[in-house]
Nanobody, 125 residues
């Protein structure tokens, strides 16, 4: 069984920063990429960013490009998301996900195989 556990969420003022982490454990699994998605109240889960596991190549949605930075530590089997200049619209539950597939951003929501339980990020304006 594969487990993904997020940590690092919380409450921050607009313009502030937070760092999320995702730790993978359990059985060894094939992993093309890991990523972060988020879901705000009343909205669909949306793609935020992903990172190719072997090369570290990142991909960002337009809404976070330049503010968020994704990284991974292969040896520690962890992934992180540094979020700077947070805005009220970034408020959401953030989910860590992993996939063995090469997915388009729009496909992560329905096709990523492994998910964490989510961590709440709240940005006060």
């Amino acid at each position: 069984q594969v487990q993904l556990v997020e940590s690092g969420g919380g409450l921050v003022q607009a313009g502030g920063s937070l760092r999320l982490s995702c730790a993978a454990s359990g059985r060894t699994f094939v992993r093309y990429a890991m990523g972060w998605l988020r879901q705000a109240p009343g909205k669909e889960r949306e793609f935020v960013t992903s990172i190719r596991w072997t090369t570290g190549e990142p991909y960002y949605s337009d809404s976070v490009e330049g503010r968020f930075t994704i990284s991974r530590d292969v040896a520690k089997n962890t992934m992180s998301l540094q979020m700077n200049n947070l805005q009220a619209e970034d408020t959401a539950v953030y989910y860590c996900a992993a996939t063995a597939l090469r997915l388009r951003p729009a496909d992560w929501r329905t096709m990523a195989e492994y998910w964490g339980q989510g961590t709440q990020v709240t940005v006060s304006s």
